[in-house]
């Protein structure tokens, strides 16, 4: 990624965030989850890998509300 999508601006950092997934009635909330930001509006981005990570975890036999870091389970 070149360049933010929102405000086009050029700095993007590697960072880290919580993403909450939801699925037929259950929320999982993801700790740790490794993104880019974007340096002057704060837009985070998912890298592919790291989507299809948590594509996964969303299809697991969760709980109805699960809290997970993603570092356990990557």
Sequence with gaps: MKKCF???HETIEQG?????LE????FIIIKDV???????CGEIYFETDVMLKLE???NRNVS???????RQVA
């Design 56 to 58: 996964n975890i969303l």
């Design 23 to 26: 699925d037929k009635g259950r």
């Design 64 to 70: 109805e509300l699960e809290i997970i870091s993603y």
């Design 34 to 40: 490794p993104c880019l930001v974007c340096a002057n």
């Design 16 to 20: 880290f965030t919580s993403k909450m």
């Design 6 to 8: 929102v405000c086009e």
